[in-house]
Structures are given as structure tokens and as C-alpha cells.
């Protein structure tokens, strides 16, 4: 609707709310000739393409232009919009032109779709074993071991987790990073792309970006029980925690690396998640192989197996897992969940090893917690991992790293509704949130073209809707040999300077880093669970006084750091909101405006902020050493050891008669006998069958139904046999007067001809 129109409706309201466009003569009068090549002049000046902004207003200043009333409230919304009042037009950005900080820019999702590269690794990927295909297509979760009745209904074989000693990780494919990855900067030259990355290096930052957009949106967990229903629902401390990635420069394109300056080891929930990747796709004969007893057989090192494609300036890479041509787009990812009380407390976990998980519902030892906490620690990027490799969804495997509980397949429309309200939505979003993040890493590389660069993204220590960026030269080996000074122990941990101050008794090693501490009931909502004040606020993170960042983290200051604010605002059908979006079906258009500013404060400013930044950083991997004090140790952390060492005994193997489910596991159809008649090793195939218990027929094929077997043309009589032969499963006929086991006649699959009878 034009301004004209709107004027004509909403008289005097709609004229005070666009005073800043124009005044209200000239909008009752039609333009002049001046004014028009005056207009003219500055739409040319505004390169590129200026697109005419729709009105910006909150809520409440909507309704005082249709009611006329008076009211002057002032919210957060409404001073929101009086600043948006103040931007430039929104204007289409040309990446042939370069960003120009202070001012908005649109993005348009639609713009820009993905493409495959390369051929596909698809039918070289493996299959699930041990009978857990059924899992991908009955919802809800699969009990390894029926809790009630103790029947497993899958294999045992995969009840006990081979430990990481017992395992040669030497025999598997090392994991190649971006940077390194030749195939993927060949594909990147070859088309012209300026960026190269991984789900694993990318999906972090991709989280922090969508924060932005979706101005805080969280997840929906109306499905839980009531058992969550004072839970908090937003992203967990550790989606929020800054985000740091590292471009590799190489031959004209940047790779995309995940930092790894304070996570240096890998956890035992990454050690372990590869070894159970290789179990869960894979025979028991063939995973015995890469034990460390047994590794010396495996001679050649599978390839990996990758899906490429192309969006905007990047390729991206995405290893698949596994597949099954059944389901929509084929493949999926495997994920391999450790349990609560492994993942707060993973330095130790071999204390916590014997938390189980023996419920369905509830708050702890449940299902349901698992993936209450999955929602809020790893949906988001689990979701955005899916869409780089055009993925059906994700198997998901629950464990304590001593045994299996369960396994769970969750389709990606699934995590569609869980954090976006629907596919429409998640679509839009994570193509937005890509080409946000190209447009910025270009703009980034300009500053230090030809040059190693760390980007750290950080959402969570300011508003909503705006999030800052920090830039720094790389220095590899200066950084190395000043982590060699890092304290051995933590920065939490350790020991006070002399010329400082000792830190406070309340201040451990426990409450310094962990989210769920709380002086409470652990168990109350806004405690332990609800994960207290420090999971409301990350930006209000203590740290300790004692410690002084400008003595402790490295950072380099050869040359400048850059700090630069991105902010945000979305358009839905031509409507300008500051709220999160949902959009209602396809057709609608979900635009999302940005604008890039550069920090006007000093270098030493600069700097003393990027240090703390990143010691927040440096202590978030810091969790209770093994020899923490009991009662230094947060609540939480008490209850989830004292479960676990109520229940170790749990993990122990099995003793005594182990039952199976067969009847869950898929049926076999065996082949029929040809024209020759039954070898040695058909009869050998037809005995295991016939010894094996009895499973529930597929196809139609009913034990009880009598089916003619016979040829065509074939007369349906049936003929008697001779009572010294034997029948068709080895066992012999019935002779006269004796009753026939009229089991194995039902049990049959298959039926010899007549003239085969008659032999």
C-alpha cells in the first residue's frame, strides 16, 4: 500500500508516523518537478538497487494509527522502531560491490539454491546392522533390553561399548579438515567459490547467526510431559558460548576450520562416538576385526564418504553415515548420545558410568531427559548438519559409554516443528543464515586479504537481535609456544599471583564453570534443572578477580583487532517485525535486513575485551578435576554420582540364559528349490530356518494360508507321498496311523512339484 493511500486512510496518525519521510503538505499534494529529480538523484546515489522500505512500527504505535488513541507508552519494541525510522532504505546487496558498514541490507532466501558437486558416495555408504533398520520407520524410542521383562529386542552383541583401549582407531579414516581437504578446494576452483567448510566446522557459527535472526526464538517443547512443564525452554550455556572459526587461506579460497586453541583433547563422547558408529554399521564379525586383538586383518582403511554441494559462495561438505533406500532422501546421520550424567561431568565420567536409563518419562534416568536436553543442546545444529547433506534425519543411539540403552530415529520434519514450527520456516532460515554469514566473511577478508584469519561470533552477551563479531590475525606459532604457559591445572583452578588478591571461598573450580550450580533445591526449576541465574544471563559469567586476563591469554596484537556489530530485522510479507518469525506456508516471503557496524572504541579497549572474550572461552571446557573436594562440587553433580554409583552394577554383563525378540527382527524370504531339486546346502539353509523360533510371517504369506505352488496348467490335486521318504525339512513323513506334526507342514515355506514327489 502506498503512502498516499496509507495517509488517506489513517489521516493525521499515519502523517505523524512518517514526519521523518516527508511532512504532511507534501503529502496531500502531488510531487513537483524538482522533487521528483530530486528523489531521482538520490535513488542513483544509493548503489546498488534501491528497494522502496515498507513501514516501520511496533505493535502498539500499528494500533494507535487505527484507533487514534493517545497512547505513548514506551516498549522495548517501540524504541526499537524509532531507531529502525532512522536507517537508510533497505537496499538489494550486489556482491560485486563492497559492504558499507552502517547500512541495511536485504537478504532474500529464495535468491539462492543449493547444488549437488561431484559425483555421489551414496551406494558405497553402509547400512545399519544388527536388525536396528526397523527402528527408522516405527517413531518413538527402541529399548535395547525390555525393562519389564528383560528380553532384548536386538542384538546383544551391542548391549557392552568396546572402551577406547580395547579399540585401534588407527584402522579407521582420520578425520580431514577443510583447509586440508584437497578435493574440496579443487571443487571450490573449479567453480569459482571463495569458501570451503564442514557441517562440523560450521554448524556453531550457523547457530549463533540463527539467534540473530530469529530474535531469540526457543525451541518448542510443549510435547514433553508434565514433568517439564516449568523447564526452561532456551538453548543451553553451550550453544551460546562464543563461537570461534579459523579461514585458511590457500591458493584463493579460505578454509573453514573449526578452533581448537582451548579444546585440544577430544572427549570421551567424541572418542567413543566413531567406535560406535563403526559398531552400529557393521557385522559382529567385521567390528571384532578393529578391536586391537584382531586389527592386524584389517588391511585397507575405508574411504570416507561425503556429499558436496554448492550455495552462493561456499562448498560445503557433509560425511554420510549411513543409508537406507527406503527412506525419502536416502541417507541419514548417525549420533551417539552419551547420558546426563556423563556429559556434565565428562573429565570423570568413569564415575558416572553407572547412571542408567530405565524410564520412558520423568526428570533423570529417563528417554525423555535425553532428548529434553537434545533439544536444547543439539537439535540446532543437528538440524542444520542434515540440510548441508541433504539427510532424511538422524539415528540416535543412547549409551553411558559402558553399555546401550535404546535407539531413537528422528526425521528432520521432526526437528522442523521442535525449532522452527515448521519445514517452511527452517528452510528460509538456514539459507538466510548462510548467506549472512558469506556476506560477512567477505566483507571480513577484505580487512587482511591473502591472510590467516580467527572470527569469533558471539550472540549472547548482547541484545537479542544483535550479535559481535571480533577479527584477528593468526599466529600459529606464537600462539603455540604461549599455551605452553597456560596454567597445567585451568584458569579456574589456578593458583592466585602473589600481588593479587585470593579469590573469595565461594569461588571453586565447580561454580566458576558450572551452569547448574545452585545453593537450592537441585531439583527445582529455577535451580539445578532449570540451570539457575547463570543460564538465564552467559554475559554475566563469573570471573574470578584474581585472574587477569591481559597476563594469562594470548592474544595477538601485531595487528589490529577488529570488533564490528551485526543487527537485525526481519520482513514478513512486507511487514517490518523486531519478534521471531514463523512462516505460515511457502508462498509467504520472509526477508531478513542487516547491517554491519564498526566499533568506534580504542585498540586497547578493543583488546582488553577480546581477552576476556576469550578466556570465557578457555574456561567453559573446565569442569571438577578428579580430586575435587565433595562438598567444592555443585548439587547436581552429587546427585547424578550418587545414582550412578547406586546402579554400576547394572553394566555388568549378563549371566544365565539371554533371551531374544526374534520375532521383531525382518524376515528373510528364502529362495525355492529349482527344477533339480534340493541340494545339501538348501537343505542345511531350510534347518536353520526351521530351527530357528517362530517369527511372524510378511508379504501375506500366513503359515495357515494353502497356496498352490505348482505351475500353471498343473493339476491341483494333491498327491500322496511315500511314507520312507523324508519331507521337506529333513524330517520324516508320517506313516499310517501315525498323527502328522502339522507344525512343520505349516512351517514350510517352500513345496516340492509333483513330479519331484513322485521320485
Given at each position: ?10 489521516s ?37 538497487e ?15 494509527a ?22 537508510e532504505?533497505?537496499v538489494i ?14 537478504i532474500?532466501?529464495?535468491?539462492v ?15 545399519l ?59 571450490a576452483?573449479?567453480?569459482?567459490k ?6 562440523s ?9 540463527y ?8 525451541p ?45 583433547q ?26 586391537k ?31 537406507d ?30 547412571y ?23 537439535f540446532?545444529?543437528?538440524?542444520f548438519?542434515?540440510?548441508?547433506g541433504?539427510m ?17 530415529y ?48 558471539d ?14 590475525v ?14 597445567e591445572?585451568g584458569?579456574v ?18 561454580t ?8 537450592a ?22 570471573i574470578d578477580?584474581?585472574?587477569d ?27 517490518d ?7 505460515k ?10 547491517k ?34 565433595d ?7 552429587k ?6 554409583r ?40 531350510s ?15 500366513h ?14 490335486t ?22 502328522r ?17 513322485d521320485?
Open positions: 500500500m502506498s503512502i498516499r493511500l496509507l495517509t488517506h486512510k489513517y493525521a496518525p499515519w502523517t505523524r508516523l512518517c514526519r521523518r519521510v516527508t511532512n504532511s503538505a507534501s503529502l496531500r499534494r502531488p510531487a513537483t518537478t524538482e522533487e521528483s529529480d530530486s528523489s531521482n538523484q538520490v535513488g542513483l546515489a544509493e548503489s546498488p534501491v528497494v522502496e522500505p515498507s513501514p516501520v512500527y511496533s505493535k502498539d504505535e500499528a494500533d494507535t487505527q484507533t487514534g488513541s493517545k497512547d505513548t507508552r514506551k516498549s522495548r519494541a517501540g524504541a526499537r522502531s524509532e531507531f529502525v525510522q532512522e536507517r532504505p533497505v546487496h550486489d556482491m560485486t560491490d563492497p559492504i558499507q558498514t552502517s547500512k541495511w541490507y536485504r532474500i532466501p529464495e535468491s539454491d543449493f547444488a549437488q558437486v561431484g559425483y555421489s558416495h551414496i551406494p558405497r555408504v553402509p547400512k546392522g544388527h536388525g536396528l533398520e526397523r527402528v527408522l520407520f516405527s517413531p518413538g524410542v527402541h529399548c535395547l533390553q525390555d525393562p519389564h521383562s528383560g528380553v532384548y529386542n536386538f542384538d546383544p552383541y551391542i548391549r557392552d561399548i568396546t572402551q577406547p583401549a580395547d579399540f585401534d582407531y588407527d584402522k579407521l579414516t582420520p578425520y580431514i579438515t577443510s583447509s586440508k581437504d584437497k578435493t574440496l578446494m579443487g571443487y576452483r573449479r567453480y569459482k571463495q569458501f570451503v567448510g564442514s557441517t566446522s560450521m554448524t556453531h557459527v550457523l547457530s549463533h547467526l539467534f540473530v535472526i530469529s530474535a531469540g526464538k526457543n518448542d517443547i510443549s510435547s514433553m510431559s508434565m514433568a517439564f512443564a516449568d523447564m526452561p525452554s532456551r538453548f543451553t550455556r553451550g550453544m551460546r558460548y562464543p563461537a570461534s572459526i579459523a579461514l585458511r587461506y590457500q591458493d584463493g579460497v579460505y578454509g573453514i576450520d573449526a578452533d581448537k586453541s582451548f579444546d585440544v577430544d572427549s570421551i563422547l567424541s572418542i567413543l562416538g566413531k567406535s560406535l558408529e563403526k559398531l552400529l554399521s557393521s557385522t559382529p564379525r567385521e567390528f571384532d576385526m578393529y578391536k586383538a584382531n586389527s592386524w586383518k584389517v588391511k585397507d582403511i575405508p574411504e570416507e564418504n561425503y556429499h558436496y554441494v554448492e550455495f552462493d559462495n561456499f562448498v560445503l561438505r557433509s560425511q554420510l553415515d549411513c543409508r533406500d527406503r527412506l525419502p532422501r536416502k541417507t541419514f546421520d548417525l549420533k551417539t548420545r552419551g547420558s546426563l550424567a556423563v556429559r556434565m561431568d565428562l573429565q570423570n565420567y568413569e564415575l558416572s558410568k553407572g542408567q536409563i530405565v524410564s520412558m518419562k520423568g526428570r533423570l534416568q529417563s528417554f525423555e531427559r535425553e532428548y529434553y536436553d537434545m533439544i536444547r543442546s543439539a540446532l545444529k543437528y538440524n548438519q542434515t540440510r548441508i541433504n532424511d534425519g538422524i539415528f540416535v543411539a543412547y549409551h553411558n559409554t559402558a553399555r546401550m540403552f535404546g535407539f531413537q528422528i526425521p528432520r520434519r521432526e526437528m522442523d516443528h521442535v525449532l522452527f514450527g515448521n519445514e517452511y520456516t527452517g528452510d528460509k532460515a538456514f539459507k538466510a543464515v548462510l548467506l549472512l554469514l558469506s556476506k560477512l566473511l567477505r566483507t571480513i577478508t577484505d580487512l587482511y586479504p591473502v591472510r590467516d584469519i580467527r572470527v569469533t561470533f550472540s549472547a552477551s548482547s541484545e537479542r537481535q544483535q550479535m559481535d563479531i571480533w577479527v584477528e593468526l599466529n600459529d606459532e606464537a600462539e603455540a609456544a604461549a599455551m605452553l604457559q597456560y596454567p591445572n584458569f583452578r589456578a593458583k592466585p599471583a602473589a600481588k593479587k588478591p585470593a579469590p573469595p571461598p565461594a569461588a571453586s573450580a565447580s566458576a564453570t558450572d551452569p547448574f550450580d545452585s545453593a533445591d537441585p531439583l527445582a526449576s529455577n535451580s539445578v534443572l532449570g540451570e539457575g541465574a547463570a543460564e538465564e544471563n552467559l554475559a554475566d559469567d563469573p578477580d584474581y585472574v586476563p591481559a597476563d594469562e591469554i594470548y592474544v595477538n596484537t601485531e595487528q589490529p583487532i577488529f570488533k564490528y556489530t551485526v543487527e537485525t530485522f526481519s520482513t514478513l510479507n512486507n511487514q517485525t523486531d519478534e521471531s518469525v514463523t512462516v506456508k511457502k508462498e509467504d516471503q520472509w526477508y531478513v535486513n542487516w554491519l557496524t564498526k566499533s568506534r572504541l580504542s585498540q586497547d579497549d578493543i583488546v582488553s575485551q577480546y581477552r576476556r572474550l576469550r578466556l570465557r572461552q578457555a574456561t567453559y571446557f573446565e569442569r571438577a578435576s578428579p580430586d575435587t573436594p562438598e567444592e562440587l555443585s548439587p547436581m553433580i546427585i547424578l554420582r550418587r545414582i550412578s547406586q546402579n554400576l552394577w547394572r553394566n555388568k554383563p549378563p549371566t544365565g540364559r539371554v533371551i531374544v525378540n526374534r520375532s521383531r527382527l525382518p524376515i528373510h524370504v528364502t529362495s525355492r528349490p529349482s527344477a533339480a531339486g534340493t541340494n545339501s546346502s538348501d537343505a542345511a539353509e534347518a536353520s530356518t526351521q530351527s530357528a523360533p517362530k517369527a511372524t510371517p510378511i508379504d501375506g504369506d503359515p495357515g494360508k494353502r497356496r498352490n505352488r505348482s505351475k500353471p496348467g498343473m493339476p491341483k494333491k498327491r500322496p507321498r511315500d511314507p520312507t521318504k523324508k519331507g521337506v525339512q529333513g524330517h520324516k513323513t508320517a506313516g499310517p496311523g501315525q498323527r506334526d502339522s507344525n512343520i507342514a505349516k512351517s514350510a515355506h517352500t513345496r516340492l512339484k509333483p513330479e519331484q514327489e521320485k
